[in-house]
């Protein structure tokens, strides 16, 4: 099986796809593509874009059951965030996403402190 890429998104996005039947991101609209990340980036990108907020779920996504392009591109804004190296690159998925393409969708909780925490199951 493909190494998974991972989307953030909330519970309530994630179920208003469910009954659309595919899921599109604000950003597919506004910048042409879906934002995901490597495991390994997911938490720096929850702390950079997501801070404070709740009711969050980490899809992950199995590459090869896109219909959609996927690019590996560096970050949109340039600066990657805290915690990724400037090198890194980013999945980005050019078009809607299949629900059939994700395998897994887990809670993102964060801690008391108010830092994001991977599910333990990964």
Known sequence: MSEFIYHITSRAEWTAAQKAGQYTA???AKEGFIHCSTL?????????????QSGLILLGIDPARLSSALKWEPPFEGTPPTGVSSGDVFPHIYGPLD????????DLASAPDGSFVLPSSL
């Open 40 to 52: 390994t980036q997911v938490l720096p990108v929850a702390e950079k874009f997501y801070k404070g």
């Open 26 to 28: 604000p950003s597919l």
């Open 99 to 106: 629900l059939d393409a994700v395998l897994q969708v887990l």
